[in-house]
Nanobody, 125 residues
Framework: QVQLVESGGGLVQAGDSLRLSCAAS????????MAWFRQAPGKEREFVAA????????DYADSVKGRFIISRDNAKMTVYLRMNSLKPEDTAVYYC??????????????????WGQGTQVTVSS
């Protein structure tokens, strides 16, 4: 069983930065891709960013490209999401996610089997 615990959310002003962390446990972290999703009130959960096990492959949603940076530290079994130039429309609960299979890669919810409890990010204008 995989456990994912997010942290680092909070209330910030537009233009500020935040760094989210997701600590994983329960299996060998370094063999699996990881991803961040977010869900705003009344909206579907949407893809934000994904990173391969080695960090050599990274994808971002168009809405965050150029502002957000995903990274990972396999020794610490942690994936990060650095969020710069935050906008009010970035307000959401942010979730990290992991797939069941080492070879899995995807930009949709269906590609991931394990989810954290989420961390709230609120950006005021």
């Amino acid at each position: 069983q995989v456990q994912l615990v997010e942290s680092g959310g909070g209330l910030v002003q537009a233009g500020d930065s935040l760094r989210l962390s997701c600590a994983a446990s329960g299996r060998t972290f370094s063999f699996y891709s990881m991803a961040w999703f977010r869900q705003a009130p009344g909206k579907e959960r949407e893809f934000v960013a994904a990173i391969s096990w080695s960090g050599s492959r990274i994808d971002y949603a168009d809405s965050v490209k150029g502002r957000f940076i995903i990274s990972r530290d396999n020794a610490k079994m942690t994936v990060y999401l650095r969020m710069n130039s935050l906008k009010p429309e970035d307000t959401a609960v942010y979730y990290c996610a992991a797939p069941q299979k080492p070879t899995a890669w995807g930009l949709t919810r269906e590609a991931y089997n394990y989810w954290g409890q989420g961390t709230q990010v609120t950006v005021s204008s």
